[in-house]
């Protein structure tokens, strides 16, 4: 900028931190910069694949996944563990990434849970009266059987962000997770979406997704 090489409709702007407005013409030695354009893409991710843009361990990250979808640097919205499958958001939309991952804004997850054992009905009882962990006090805001199958798997929605947090639930109470697979994020579902595939969202999609943060 001190070099004169950036205007602003066609003003030569040198002054650092100078503020642009959306509708204004940015130049850099005359080539006019455009705004990246936001993207939102939703993956169903498959086990074995860690939520990282790289590892140097070179075990497969979830950015394989994805490389055909943009040609823009979309980064994972929070992670899913190496051998957790579902829905992961991808964006290049730094604002609406810090939202979704805050706690306050509390965005609602549902788990698909199959567990080593049956889940006995007092240990259910207690997850929905809530929790004490290592890290305070964890309440769902529900959990229970799922219809057709055999008390081994549960559904649970939550809101809670902490890591390993449905694992940790179950482990406390002395079950090992064999499966674990988050079919809803912020109301957004696998619907028509196979495992190890991804989709970009419609725009009422990214419409709804602000309404949840808002």
């Given at each position: 900028m001190a070099?004169?090489?950036?205007?602003?409709n066609g003003k030569v702007v040198s002054e650092m931190g100078y503020k642009v407005d959306l509708t204004d013409e940015v130049r850099f030695d005359?080539?006019?910069?455009q705004r990246e354009k936001k993207e939102y893409v939703l993956l169903n991710k498959p086990k074995n694949f860690i939520t990282t843009t790289k590892d140097e361990k070179g075990r497969r990250t979830v950015m394989e996944l994805i490389t055909r979808a943009s040609a823009s640097r979309l980064l994972p919205v929070g992670r899913l563990d190496r051998n957790t499958t579902g829905l992961l958001l991808f964006t290049n939309d730094g604002d609406l990434a810090k939202k979704l991952t805050h706690p306050k804004h509390g965005v609602?997850?549902?788990?698909?849970?199959?567990?080593?054992?049956?889940l006995k009905a007092g240990?259910?009882?207690?997850?929905r009266k809530g929790l004490?962990?290592?890290?305070?006090?964890?309440?769902?805001?529900?959990?229970?059987?799922?219809?057709g199958t055999s008390k081994r798997?549960?559904?649970?929605?939550?809101h809670s962000g902490?890591?390993?947090?449905?694992?940790?639930?179950?482990?406390?109470l002395g079950y090992q997770v064999v499966k674990l697979d988050r079919v809803v994020l912020a109301g957004l579902t696998k619907k028509d979406l196979p495992r190890g595939h991804w989709r970009h969202l419609t725009p009422q999609e990214v419409i709804n997704l602000g309404m949840t943060i808002s």
């Open positions: 070099a004169g090489s950036v205007t602003v005359g080539r006019l910069l609602r997850k549902i788990y698909h849970v199959e567990l080593d054992a049956n240990d259910l009882s207690q997850i004490e962990l290592d890290d305070g006090l964890i309440e769902v805001d529900e959990v229970s059987y799922i219809d798997e549960v559904g649970i929605q939550l902490r890591n390993r947090i449905v694992r940790r639930i179950f482990e406390h």
